[in-house]
């Protein structure tokens, strides 16, 4: 099982990005979640999507500037990232939950993706 997480990059603050995530057919039925690491920190959530996408949770750090979608049709998880700060810098992960509910326990996160680097310069 292979999560590929995909479209980071280089963005001022105040910029967009959108990054993708090929989450394969281990995330029919299950909850997708998107995790960030920055330098020297431990690796947080961002957010997480219901297998249907009715329901999403985000962490308070990005609430009202992030937003996650699924393609289930191309078994494919989105995380827009809009008016970006600096301390949005990190690599971030895409990750599969065991259960179509969102959930904040990383426990729950069966499936894990390859990273993909954001920098957001002042």
């Not at 249907?52 to 990232?81: A, C, E, H, P, W």
């Not at 970006?84 to 990190?90: A, I, S, W």
């Amino acid at each position: 099982v292979q999560l590929q997480a995909s479209g980071g990059g280089l963005v001022q603050a105040g910029g967009s990005l959108r990054l993708s995530c090929a989450a394969g057919r281990t995330s029919s039925n299950n909850a997708v979640g998107w995790f960030r690491q920055a330098p020297g920190k431990e690796r947080e959530i961002v957010g997480s999507i219901s297998w249907t996408g009715g329901r999403t949770y985000y962490s308070d750090s990005v609430k009202d500037r992030f937003t996650i979608d699924r393609d289930r049709t191309k078994n494919t998880v989105y995380l827009q990232m809009s008016s970006l700060k600096p301390e949005d810098t990190g690599i971030y992960y895409c990750a599969v939950a065991l259960g179509p509910q969102p959930t904040t326990d990383r426990s729950r996160y069966r499936y894990w993706g390859q990273g993909t680097l954001v920098t957001v310069s002042s």
